[in-house]
């Protein structure tokens, strides 16, 4: 049972460079979350898919993109990326927005660092 | 605003000791609130929640949090720390009215020392 996979783990881009997180689960999970992780700020929300077909801004949505595929996948992207979007990125999921019983299902986290 | 504060960064106690990590939070209504741990290179899991009923709330690993609301806190204890519990743990809130969003505090990183 793979839960979360999110690919690539590891990337380097140049300031200005574009690219695609990726993220996909396999659990039948309605909500889908993209989260930055920095030192000393824990995890910041930066788009969320509440169901298929929608998504909503986070806390930190600024120079991010993303797309809700189908019910499985959930990509991040960056369109120009800036040395400020060097982080560890988590995508998660969970059963339902509605009901909040506050199990998120993490991935292992995409490492990005922009030069 | 809904906010959660853990109060200290780093945590160091020795194998055996008491583990306490501190948790406020901050809401005019009793929110739902959640312990989720991290091991090195990997992703968060749910340690412990509270959501409604007793207060005193029991997680994996002999980790547990007891919610006073007269206090707005959620601190997370255990009584006698191992090696594998060095992680990093983080606090968390979902406020009343927002079912979609879980607010995640800072972490604090805990050290077990031999």
């Known amino acids: 049972n793979a839960g979360v996979t999110q690919t690539p783990k590891f990337q380097v881009l140049k300031t200005g460079q574009s690219m695609t997180l990726q993220c996909a689960q396999d659990?039948?999970?309605?909500?889908m979350y993209w989260y930055r992780q920095d030192p000393g700020m824990g995890l910041r929300l930066i788009y969320y898919?509440?169901?298929?077909?929608?998504?909503d801004k986070g806390e930190v949505p600024n120079g991010y993109n993303v797309s809700r595929l189908n019910k499985r996948e959930f990509s991040l992207r960056l369109e120009s990326a800036a040395p400020s979007q060097t982080s560890v990125y988590f995508c998660?999921?969970?059963?339902?927005?509605?009901?909040?019983?506050?199990?998120?299902?993490f991935g292992e986290g995409s490492r990005l660092t922009v030069l | 605003a809904q906010s959660v504060t853990q109060l200290g960064s780093h945590v160091s106690v020795s194998e055996g000791a008491l583990v306490l990590l501190r948790c406020n939070y901050s809401?005019?209504?009793?929110?739902?609130l959640f312990w989720y741990v991290q091991y090195p290179n990997q992703g968060l899991q749910l340690l412990l929640k509270y959501t409604t009923g007793a207060t005193l709330v029991k997680g994996i690993n002999g980790f547990e949090a007891e919610f006073k609301k007269s206090e707005t806190s959620f601190h997370l204890t255990k009584p006698s720390a191992h090696m594998s519990d060095a992680a990093e743990y983080f606090c968390?809130?979902?406020?009343?009215?927002?079912?979609?969003?879980?607010?995640f505090g800072s972490g604090t990183r805990l050290s077990i020392r031999p």
């Open positions: 998660a999921s969970s059963e339902s927005s509605t009901v909040p019983t506050g199990e998120l299902f």
């Open positions: 898919s509440a169901s298929e077909g929608t998504t």
């Open positions: 809401s005019s209504v009793p929110p739902y």
């Open positions: 659990m039948n999970h309605n909500s």
């Open positions: 968390a809130v979902i406020p009343y009215s927002s079912a979609s969003k879980i607010i």
